[in-house]
């Protein structure tokens, strides 16, 4: 009986300490519980809290944003004077020092006193979008005579007022129905390509007057086919047939990355009625003296060319290149002075936007007396003269944004005269653009 009791009294004793550590524990998981429930009120203050500030911050930026279109709209030029928004101005200045050296015929070998000279040019340029289809342009220049080949203006005659002539008044009609087509006509930027921009036929500064197409055609992803052609007023003559000038021209073109491509092509120039008139330079007031052969001041031959040019770029190390070629024939000249050729390259690029970048280049040509039109070809070739050789090199540098000097050096021999006379030549440029 004793051990019954005392066997009970041991269970009793055991669920009572269960129970009081069941208590124990429950009251610990109650305070776990509210601090969670405390943690969690707490995070979702936060979350709200930021949810408010994003909410303000996105109402700033939406009366931000109204208010600069609000600003904008303000801005705007009012119906009367939209046309302006269609207009494009541009243009540029340049300063050159100007020394040549010639040998002195008198004494082979020695160089007479060099001629030096400051020469600017002042160019601006207007050009407005008529329509989808339609531009127009015209572009005033500096120059010291009606050379078309030189807007160059000599600082000289007591500080006389210096001239403005007209260089260009075009159209330019791009059709939507002919992808690829320009129509340009009036007094117009040469419209035919030059390889490595070379001046053997055509100066840089020379814009013709007609009327000319161009068109370009994808043959696939790589490959391109370019047409340029036209129809040119060289000289119009109340007592004879007009000066005209006929060009067609067709070259290929792959590219093969950036900046590699390679280039072909060919050009026909067809004068018509130049054969016995008298020297271009005649209706420019000027006295220089062209190259080509004459007879009594009048064109001995016509002149019908074929042009051959090609060009290649990649890269040399870093640098990118081009090699580029050109080949000249007067397939109709009467005499053997009936060739002329041109090779040179380039190295690196000069960007407008690049300060300290930079490019050299190098073109050696030779030209007969009658392989092309004197007078129209690089005018600071011993001033566009025919029968003559040497070589060129330039170094351009840009100095800063839109500014940029250029130095060109010329080693030339001018072959008209029996004597072979040979020429230096340094160029010293600085140009603004804007």
């Not at 008198?106 to 030096?116: A, D, I, L």
């Not at 580029?324 to 690196?348: C, M, Q």
Request: aromatic letters at 12%; one cysteine or more.
């Amino acid at each position: 009986m004793q051990q019954r009791v005392l066997v009970a009294a041991l269970t009793f004793l055991a669920i009572g300490q269960t129970s009081a550590v069941n208590a124990d524990e429950i009251g610990e998981l109650r305070e776990l519980i509210q601090e969670q429930a405390e943690q969690l009120g707490q995070l979702q203050k936060r979350l709200d809290e930021l949810e408010a500030k994003q909410k303000q911050q996105d109402r700033q930026v939406e009366e931000k944003v109204a208010e600069a279109v609000k600003d904008q709209q303000a801005a705007a030029l009012p119906d009367s004077l939209k046309w302006a928004e269609r207009i494009k101005i541009s243009g540029d200045l340049r300063y050159r020092q100007d020394h040549t050296d010639r040998e002195d015929a008198s004494r082979p070998g020695r160089w007479e006193n060099g001629v030096y000279r400051h020469r600017p040019r002042a160019r601006l340029m207007f050009e407005a979008i008529v329509n989808d289809q339609w531009d127009v342009g015209f572009r005033i220049a500096s120059g010291s005579d009606q050379s078309p080949i030189s807007t160059n203006q000599d600082l000289e005659d007591a500080f006389s007022k210096k001239d403005i002539w007209l260089d260009l008044a075009f159209f330019n009609w791009h059709p939507e129905s002919v992808e690829g087509l320009s129509v340009v006509g009036g007094k117009i930027k040469n419209p035919f390509y030059k390889a490595g921009n070379n001046q053997l036929v055509w100066d840089g500064d020379l814009n013709p007057e007609g009327i000319a197409a161009k068109y370009s055609k994808p043959l696939n992803d790589t490959d391109r086919l370019f047409f340029n052609g036209g129809g040119l007023w060289v000289d119009e003559d109340d007592t004879a047939a007009d000066i005209s000038l006929w060009v067609a021209q067709t070259y290929w073109k792959r590219t093969i990355g950036n900046p590699d491509h390679v280039l072909a092509g060919a050009t026909y120039y067809d004068y018509g009625n130049i054969e016995s008139r008298a020297d271009l330079r005649s209706t420019w007031g000027g006295s220089n003296f062209f190259g080509n052969t004459t007879s009594g001041g009048l064109y001995k031959d016509d002149y019908n060319i074929v042009e051959v040019f090609a060009e290649y770029g990649f890269k040399c190390g870093a640098l990118p290149t081009t090699l580029f070629a050109n080949w000249v024939r007067n397939i109709v000249a009467t005499t053997s002075e009936d060739t002329g050729w041109l090779i040179g390259t380039k190295f690196n690029k000069a960007k407008d936007d690049d300060p300290g970048s930079w490019e050299f280049g190098y073109d050696y040509r030779q030209t007969d007396a009658d392989a092309i039109v004197g007078g129209f070809n690089e005018s600071d070739f011993l001033g566009a003269v025919t029968n003559s050789r040497g070589h060129r090199f330039l170094l351009k540098y840009q100095l800063a944004k839109n500014l940029y000097w250029l130095m060109t050096y010329y080693l030339l021999e001018d072959t008209s005269t029996t004597s072979d006379l040979d020429y230096r030549k340094l160029l010293a440029d600085v140009v603004w653009k804007f």
